[in-house]
């Protein structure tokens, strides 16, 4: 990691308008639960379809395409990228040093807040809210990395971040059989249900198949944003 390229994309990420939004949607996560938490329904059901649906399906992802473009993206396109390529510095460090900033920034204001929902809605109860805790942290890592791809490789990161968010995460890896393995969402699930209690959280994806995929997701859109960067590079010296 690069401190000077980390101080540079931890203040550039957390301005005020970006800071706002990142607080905003873990924050109605906790009011939801603590309204969830007052009311007559089933407290495992609720729990499971508030920490599984809202925070794993729609908090992880959309925190996950506005810190991992943000890291990046608005570099690119106002043009100031150029001067952090223009020193001595290896791409992939660059690309892995704001990676970093993008997992950390995202456990902070996805798994924390997953976290402390679960603990508000169900207690420590069947390992509930740890299970899920842990599943948005390595949802949020790979979601990290998948959108810092997309910051680098168009200009319209956030439009295509959201369709696939929305699109294939929310509607076809939900509700389609066959694409539930190509998940990020399902693999998070599988994360958290090996570490709750058994058959406190579903999922459809078996854990020998949703580690591997994390892991090469993760990797090639890692290596693949660092291979683009140096392309970036190349066409700027032109």
């Known amino acids: 990691?690069?401190?000077?390229?980390?101080?540079?994309?931890?203040?550039?990420?957390?301005?005020?308008r970006r800071g706002i939004l990142l607080l905003v949607v873990p924050a109605l996560l906790l009011v939801i639960?603590?309204?969830?938490?007052?009311?007559?329904?089933?407290?495992?059901?609720?729990?499971?379809?508030?920490l599984g649906e809202l925070s794993l399906g729609t908090l992880v992802p959309i925190l996950g395409l506005i810190v991992g473009t943000g890291v990046i993206a608005t570099e690119i396109d106002d043009g100031s990228i150029v001067y952090l390529l223009a020193k001595p510095l290896p791409r992939w460090k660059i690309i892995t040093t704001k990676l970093a900033i993008a997992v950390v920034t995202t456990w902070a204001f996805a798994a924390v807040p997953t976290l402390l929902a679960g603990l508000i809605l169900y207690g420590t109860q069947d390992g509930l809210a740890v299970g899920f805790a842990l599943g948005t942290v390595v949802a949020g890592a790979a979601y990290s990395a998948v959108f810092l791809l997309l910051g680098v490789?168009?200009?319209?990161?956030?439009?295509?971040?959201?369709?696939?968010?929305?699109?294939?995460e929310s509607l076809v890896g939900n509700y389609v059989q066959g694409a539930k393995t190509l998940s990020v969402q399902q693999w998070g699930l599988s994360v958290a249900k090996a570490v709750a209690?058994?058959?406190?959280?579903?999922?459809?994806?078996s854990l020998a198949a949703a580690v591997p995929l994390l892991v090469v997701v993760t990797v090639a859109a890692t290596a693949f944003a660092s291979v683009k960067l140096a392309g970036l590079t190349l066409a700027s010296d032109e």
């Open 1 to 16: 990691m690069n401190l000077t390229v980390a101080r540079l994309t931890v203040r550039g990420l957390l301005g005020r």
């Open 33 to 50: 639960s603590v309204i969830g938490r007052s009311s007559g329904s089933d407290k495992h059901d609720l729990a499971v379809t508030i």
């Open 153 to 168: 490789v168009t200009r319209h990161a956030v439009v295509a971040g959201l369709g696939y968010a929305l699109v294939w």
């Open 197 to 205: 209690a058994d058959g406190a959280i579903p999922a459809h994806v």
